[in-house]
């Protein structure tokens, strides 16, 4: 089992910039992806930034230039969000992808963090 927990949203002006973070725990070494998603109201939730334990890294179009995804040692995962727009207003999720005890891949989630961006 993995746990994520996600933390640094919050309310920002336009051209603002937020960090999220997001700490893994469990049976970490089992996580082969990580990644951002987020919700906006009225929305599916979308895929903003991706991660392997590679360092092999993907960005939705929409935030290409502006978003940096990024990892340290100790199994979190950043989000820095640069340049930020309102349309960029939504929860933001954590995952990560991992091998469950029977070997097939199992997706989990954070529990979401609001980032609000308007003046």
């Known amino acids: 089992q993995v746990q994520l927990v996600e933390s640094g949203g919050g309310l920002v002006q336009p051209g603002g910039s937020l960090r999220l973070s997001c700490a893994a725990s469990g049976s970490i070494f089992n996580i082969y992806n990580m990644g951002w998603y987020r919700q906006a109201p009225g929305k599916q939730r979308e895929l903003v930034a991706g991660?392997?334990?590679?360092?092999?890294t993907n960005y939705a179009d929409s935030v290409k230039g502006r978003f940096t995804i990024s990892s340290n040692a100790e199994n979190t995962v950043y989000l820095q969000m640069n340049s930020l727009k309102p349309e960029d207003t939504a929860v933001y999720y954590c995952n990560a992808d991992a091998y469950t005890n029977y070997g097939a891949p199992k997706a989990y989630w954070g529990q979401g963090t609001q980032v609000t961006v308007s003046s």
């Open positions: 991660i392997t334990r590679g360092g092999s």
